[in-house]
């Protein structure tokens, strides 16, 4: 790893490290960066908002690190986006933007993940993947090899690293060091009645806080108010638990050796944060409605969104609408449109156009017209176009638009698909029923065929043709397409958009 590591930051850009919770990505880049940029500027924003600050009003000299441990935590609007990442690496400085990222997460913006999204919640999926293939990806194992085992004991005296190499090779050497197995064990045993169960509900509500994309220590007083949901789920006074504050010394309390990890990092006046170890960890259950009412509310707009974005994809639908509506509030055209799609708009349809009419000029200006950013938004303002009703300008958007994203994207694009489902849409809305209906069909035979017929977009295509002939008063030809469309959706949860989408629409054919 050291050696590929090394070459990509002599390359300079944009280096990400990318591996599993205690793999040593963290120490890995501190330390290549000691011995290959020592002498440079290093900036570390704390937090989403501070990449903005950093590019607006940072005077540091030419070569600078800039970095970004647990890059997750940045990505999205607000933070770290295509055109945030263009602007620090084209500045006058000789930038290096250093990150790290768990495999878990890394894993999420993955091709094969696009499946998991639609709508505009995929778009912000897809600005999310578009920084990471912005990167030099460095992997980082977390086990060592029989190679790296050798040499390290042929350096060290360390006994903690001793221990470490001397272990069984199922866990990795950083992973050991850092105590992780160790404090799974005690966070496991801590439920046994009468040992810490209040100190492992406090743990539990910390990690779920964090496996909600809250990353940020959280108050003492949250904890304790988010902690007994957990502790009455598992037994309540059955399991005779301790006092508050003792729960919270024990979670704070390092492992066995002195100096390693513990449950919770923080302390009680400044808030706690679950160890990363524990984050990724499988079988995990969901994430209970409180956790995300409070994580949501305490977090700022942008990051907020994000949340919110997380509770829409985890089923979330209900709980992740005011944090939307705080974003379309503040300008975030990706947030408007989802409530858009969710049936259930806050401000009228020619307020949400302004604002997406002024992102895309933005990015016309920064990037051109032709980037992938400049075609998401164009497509954004065509879509609010069609919800104004302005069903020909609506048309001759998506046209032109349909003819520059597929030279620039791909026939097969998701972004060039939605444009011909979009383009259909108007065609069909402006009174072209029998055209419009033939190009509906078209565009979602070509969807289906391009990600298949279980995709959530393609499911949400088929039900707003049956929304778009129901609102033509052509309810036979809907009724012939529900029945399938209802089977196609049955794995759906209940709550899910869609599924809520196509209940009102049979109810209405009934009648």
């Given at each position: 790893m050291e050696p590929h590591l090394h070459a990509a930051l002599r390359r300079g850009g944009f280096v990400l490290l990318v591996g599993e919770s205690t793999a040593g990505k963290t120490r890995?880049?501190?330390?290549?960066?000691?011995?290959?940029?020592?002498?440079?500027?290093?900036?570390?924003?704390?937090?989403?908002?501070?990449?903005?600050?950093?590019?607006?009003?940072?005077?540091?000299?030419?070569?600078?690190?800039?970095?970004?441990?647990?890059?997750?935590?940045?990505?999205?609007?607000?933070g770290l986006t295509t055109s945030t990442l263009h602007r620090l690496l084209v500045s006058d400085r000789q930038v290096l933007v250093l990150a790290t990222m768990r495999s878990h997460e890394y894993d999420r913006y993955r091709d094969r993940a696009e499946t998991e999204t639609s709508g505009a919640a995929q778009e912000v999926w897809r600005q999310g993947r578009a920084v990471l293939r912005q990167a030099q990806v460095v992997h980082v194992e977390r086990r060592w090899t029989d190679t790296e085992r050798e040499r390290a004991r042929a350096v060290t005296a360390d006994p903690r690293l001793v221990r470490a190499l001397a272990a069984d090779k199922r866990f990795g050497v950083a992973e050991l060091l850092a105590a992780g197995p160790e404090l799974l064990e005690a966070w496991q045993h801590a439920w046994v009645p009468g040992h810490h169960p209040r100190g492992a509900a406090l743990v539990a509500a910390a990690v779920d806080a964090r496996r909600a994309g809250y990353h940020?220590?959280?108050?003492?007083?949250?904890?304790?108010?988010?902690?007994?949901?957990?502790?009455?789920?598992?037994?309540?006074?059955?399991?005779?638990p301790e006092?508050?504050?003792?729960?919270?010394?024990?979670?704070?309390?390092?492992?066995?050796?002195?100096?390693?990890?513990?449950?919770?990092?923080?302390?009680?006046?400044?808030?706690?944060?679950?160890f990363d170890y524990l984050i990724d960890l499988p079988a995990q259950q969901a994430i209970?409605?409180?956790?995300?009412?409070?994580?949501?509310?305490?977090?700022?707009?942008?990051?907020?969104?994000?949340?919110?974005?997380?509770?829409?994809?985890?089923?979330?639908?209900?709980?992740?609408?005011?944090?939307?509506?705080?974003?379309?509030?503040?300008?975030?055209?990706?947030?408007?449109?989802?409530?858009?799609?969710?049936?259930?708009?806050?401000?009228?349809?020619?307020?949400?156009?302004?604002v997406t009419r002024q992102r895309m000029?933005?990015?016309?200006?920064?990037?051109?017209t032709d980037h992938e950013e400049t075609l998401l938004a164009e497509s954004m303002v065509a879509s609010f176009t069609l919800y104004c009703g302005r069903y020909s300008e609506a048309r001759r958007i998506y046209e032109q638009l349909v003819d520059k994203a597929t030279l620039t994207l791909g026939p097969n694009d998701r972004l060039v698909l939605g444009v011909e489902f979009g383009l259909a849409s108007s065609i069909f809305a402006s009174g072209a029923h029998d055209e419009g209906l033939t190009l509906l069909e078209a565009a979602i035979r070509k969807s289906t065929d391009?990600?298949?017929?279980?995709?959530?977009?393609?499911?949400?295509?088929?039900?707003?043709?049956?929304?778009?002939?129901?609102?033509?008063?052509?309810?036979?030809?809907?009724?012939?397409?529900?029945?399938?469309?209802?089977?196609?959706?049955?794995?759906?949860?209940?709550?899910?958009?869609?599924?809520?989408?196509?209940?009102?629409?049979?109810?209405?054919?009934?009648?």
């Open positions: 890995a880049a501190f330390e290549a960066i000691r011995l290959l940029h020592p002498d440079e500027h290093f900036a570390a924003p704390s937090a989403r908002e501070s990449i903005e600050v950093l590019l607006d009003g940072w005077e540091a000299a030419n070569a600078c690190v800039v970095w970004l441990d647990d890059l997750e935590r940045f990505l999205g609007p607000g940020r220590p959280l108050p003492a007083q949250v904890l304790q108010q988010l902690h007994e949901g957990y502790l009455v789920r598992r037994g309540g006074a059955e399991l005779r006092s508050f504050q003792e729960a919270m010394n024990w979670a704070l309390t390092p492992t066995v050796p002195a100096g390693a990890n513990s449950l919770l990092l923080g302390d009680t006046e400044n808030g706690c944060l679950a209970p409605e409180p956790v995300w009412v409070a994580v949501m509310d305490l977090a700022p707009l942008h990051e907020a969104y994000t949340i919110a974005c997380n509770a829409f994809l985890s089923g979330e639908f209900t709980l992740a609408l005011p944090a939307l509506r705080r974003a379309a509030e503040a300008g975030i055209g990706e947030a408007e449109r989802m409530l858009w799609e969710s049936n259930a708009p806050m401000r009228p349809a020619e307020e949400g156009l302004a000029q933005a990015l016309r200006q920064e990037f051109g391009t990600l298949g017929p279980g995709d959530l977009t393609v499911l949400d295509r088929r039900r707003s043709m049956i929304q778009l002939l129901v609102e033509a008063g052509r309810n036979g030809d809907a009724l012939q397409r529900l029945p399938d469309l209802e089977a196609n959706c049955a794995h759906l949860s209940p709550t899910h958009p869609i599924a809520v989408s196509i209940r009102r629409l049979a109810s209405h054919l009934q009648h």
